[in-house]
């Protein structure tokens, strides 16, 4: 087994989400299949508007999301219940698939995700 330190930057992601002037997102992905995230989602970011149809148009995120909150304040729907939950800064989130979001407010959100090797 290999026991070197791998660090890996979002400046240089094995994929990228380009969302335009709404935002982005950047994967890494380390040898072991650990991903990191790095998404920042511009005022007036709606998952609905500028996500969705990069995902070919489900209709609901299917993604589970486990994150946390660098800045700005990120509303996330539950489609099934309508619960409504914000997510501000400092936050360490645990979000299921079903969901929708939208960026509330004129600052950015930025969020970094973590993703368990498969």
């Known amino acids: ?14 994929e990228a989400l380009d969302m335009k002037e709404a935002g982005g997102i950047n994967i890494v992905k380390m040898r072991h299949g650990t991903t990191g995230i790095r998404a920042v989602f511009e005022p007036g970011w709606t998952w609905e508007k500028d996500e969705k149809p990069l995902l070919g148009s489900p209709d609901t995120c299917p993604m589970h999301h486990v ?8 509303m996330v729907r539950m489609v ?3 619960k409504v939950t914000a ?3 400092g936050d360490f989130f645990e979000i299921p698939p079903g969901h929708d979001a939208y960026v509330e407010g004129s600052e950015k959100v930025e969020l970094i995700l973590f993703g368990a090797p498969s």
Do not use: Q, V, W
């Open 80 to 82: 099934h219940t309508e």
């Open 67 to 74: 994150g946390y909150c660098l800045s700005g304040k990120l």
């Open 1 to 14: 087994m290999d026991n070197a330190i791998e660090i890996r930057r979002f400046e240089n992601p094995d």
């Open 87 to 89: 997510i501000t800064p």
